[in-house]
């Protein structure tokens, strides 16, 4: 498949399902990889979950498997074993979100694979890695969130234990795939060496919630418990207006003064003068701009927080992005002809002067590739007779 992009070149072979690994290879396949879907008969569970325009083709499939190849395989025969053995043969990249135990009884762990290919770099993507003993638990984005602590994080923030409302582990899970795979093809690049890559769920939501949260706790003896307490306090969120709400953060001492002085609410002391002064009591002073914010409608704050360069912006809804001026000037979206009518899909949202990515195409349907693939790896009717 002719493409452009920086991994242009690059073929994956993936075993992923759901949204994890199928977000790590999306990103893949839009900056130029060749990603071949390898799917069961029955097809990848994420085809079923929500609305599309035809059965299989659900929108969170279409979405995270964009630009992809799909080839139907049987692993449970020895064609279809065959067959993906051939595919890994000739691939840079090996990626599967099975549990170790699963595709270790395939005959497709690392070190059967590496014998295959010893230059390829084979990523798990797995909710806990082998080294614990949790390793065999199945995961799923809810899961984790919980064990994380993003409930207990915002029944402080809200009052109510609930998981924020996207789904957070299985997408920076996806990312963190996405990079430490690359990592490995930079360091191939450099010496001709594969290896095994290995990304948890956990392992990377407990580090992802830690950035910040680890705070007072990291130090010996603790300073303090594993909080972040700007982030949870209770009067961080968006301000009511006098027409409706706004985000806004007047955080440092420049933006902190540039309010006061145009402001000049009745409530300000020399206790809220410093960034570190507003830090020991933040939820109070969140609580304090609260107030004054209810005096003026969303607009008139706009304005004047743009004046003022405060960061600041409206409270949009999923739908709303869509028709967002910046983000249709950047050209965010990219509109692709398919068989069910176009599709505007939200693009590559990052920049290359030279390489860019771009979306290569539909998500494919169940099978839609899988002779032309098996064709590319020349192999006789006999072989691919049952692989499906």
């Known amino acids: ?73 049987d692993l449970r025969t020895d064609t279809g074993r065959e067959a993906l053995r051939a595919l890994i043969a000739r691939a840079d990249v090996f990626i599967h979100s099975m549990r170790a135990k699963a595709i270790a009884k395939l005959g497709f762990d690392y070190e059967t694979v590496s014998v295959i290919n010893p230059r390829i770099v084979y990523t798990n993507c797995y909710g806990y890695g082998r080294r614990g003993p949790e390793r065999d638990r199945p995961a799923y984005d809810d ?10 994080v915002q029944e402080q923030l809200t009052g109510d234990a609930n998981y924020v409302g996207t ?21 191939r690049e450099r010496t001709g060496e594969g290896q095994e890559v ?10 992802f919630m830690l950035v910040e949260h680890a705070n007072g706790a990291m130090f010996d003896p603790p300073l303090g418990p594993a ?83 405060i960061p600041a912006a409206p409270i949009n809804t999923p739908d709303a992005l869509f028709d967002d001026p910046h983000l249709n000037a950047v050209g965010l979206f990219e509109t692709v002809q398919t068989q069910y009518g176009p599709v505007r899909f939200p693009g590559v949202p990052t920049w290359f002067s030279r ?14 590739d899988t002779q032309d693939v098996l064709s590319e790896l020349e192999l006789s009717d006999a072989e691919t007779g049952e692989v499906v």
């Open 1 to 73: 498949m002719n493409s452009s992009g920086p991994l242009a070149g690059v073929r994956v072979v993936d075993l992923t399902a759901m949204v994890m690994g199928p977000y790590c290879t999306q990103i893949m396949a839009d900056m130029g990889a060749d990603v071949i879907k390898v799917e069961p008969p029955e097809g990848d569970n994420t085809r079923f979950i929500s609305v599309g325009p035809a059965p299989g083709m659900s929108g969170v499939f279409v979405n995270v498997n964009r630009g992809k190849r799909s080839v139907v395989l």
């Open 143 to 152: 899961t984790i969130q919980a064990e994380c602590g993003i409930p207990a």
């Open 167 to 187: 789904i957070m582990a299985d997408k920076v899970a996806g990312l963190t795939a996405l990079y430490s795979t690359m990592m490995a093809l930079f360091h």
């Open 198 to 207: 290995e990304v948890g769920m956990f392992e990377t939501m407990a580090s």
């Open 227 to 309: 909080v972040y307490p700007r982030t949870v306090a209770p009067n961080r969120r968006p301000y009511r207006t006098a027409d409706g709400q706004i985000a806004a953060l007047i955080y440092n001492d420049k933006h902190w003064n540039a309010f006061i002085n145009a402001v000049q609410p009745p409530w300000v002391t020399d206790e809220h003068a410093t960034l570190e002064q507003r830090a020991q009591q933040i939820d109070t002073v969140y609580g304090l701009v609260a107030k004054t914010l209810e005096e003026r409608t969303t607009a008139e704050w706009l304005a004047l927080f743009g004046e003022l360069e």
């Open 355 to 368: 390489t860019p990515g771009h979306v290569r195409g539909p998500a494919p349907e169940l099978g839609a």
